[in-house]
């Protein structure tokens, strides 16, 4: 095993509010800021190597132990699942899951299976089976906010941040379907093995976030 300890940031939205968290923490976050195309980078002066990736494959590399801790979207969680251990909110990349469809529409009404697009089949599946409703799920791999507007579905369970998307595209929230927002996740066997040197950085990471509720 290595004797680093390699956290994984998700690329891209929620990259920047790490790296303030570790920049908070005291770390020296001058290589993240000045990576280039580099995908591993490490913190100066501390034994902690820091690799950037998409979420889905922050949880891969975690779950696998390649990765000792991940900052993840709770979005990715929910859909992807795996076998970690989810120990902060964080606090930033805040968002929700929501249905949403056609502005005036009314997702329930009448009798017909209604038709669902969406990027997280898994989440939209698991929510109509807790209302214990038939729904068909089209997976769409971008944009879902088309779906709807098109004729594909009748509505769409994506994430809603602003709002924004689904304004200036005659679109409206339906429903809410769970909060979203940025979780450290471990490693089940780091969380044993390095279970020091994690737990302090654990503690640095929950000191420093922005939800003190934790
Ligand atoms: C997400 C989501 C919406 C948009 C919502 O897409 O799928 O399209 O953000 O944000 P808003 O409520 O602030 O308008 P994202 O930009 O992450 O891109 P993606 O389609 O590549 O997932």
Request: aromatic share 6%; charged share 30%.
């Amino acid at each position: 095993m290595n004797s680093k300890v390699r956290i994984a940031l998700t690329k891209g939205r929620i990259e920047s509010k790490a790296v303030e968290l570790l920049d908070r923490i005291g770390y020296d976050t001058s290589e993240l800021k000045n990576k280039g195309r580099r995908l591993i980078l490490s913190i100066p002066n501390e034994d902690i190597e820091v690799v950037l990736a998409k979420a889905a494959d922050v949880i891969t590399y975690v779950e696998h132990g390649v990765c000792d801790i991940g900052v993840v979207g709770k979005d990715t969680i929910m859909e992807h699942g795996g076998k970690f251990f989810e120990v902060l909110d964080l606090g930033f990349g805040r968002c929700k899951f929501a249905l949403a469809g056609k502005k005036g529409g009314s997702f329930y009404d009448g009798y017909g299976v209604k038709t669902v697009a969406t990027k997280y089949p898994a989440v939209t599946r698991a929510f109509f089976e807790s209302k214990g409703m038939d729904v068909d799920i089209v997976k769409i791999e971008g944009s879902v906010e088309l779906a709807p507007l098109v004729g594909l579905s009748d509505g769409i369970v994506d994430i809603v941040e602003t709002g924004t998307t689904l304004k200036e595209n005659g679109l409206d929230v339906f429903e809410d379907v769970a909060p979203i927002s940025a979780r450290l996740i471990v490693n089940t066997v780091s969380m044993k093995l390095k279970q020091e040197r994690v737990s302090e950085i654990v503690r640095l990471i929950k000191e420093n976030c922005d939800d003190k509720n934790n």
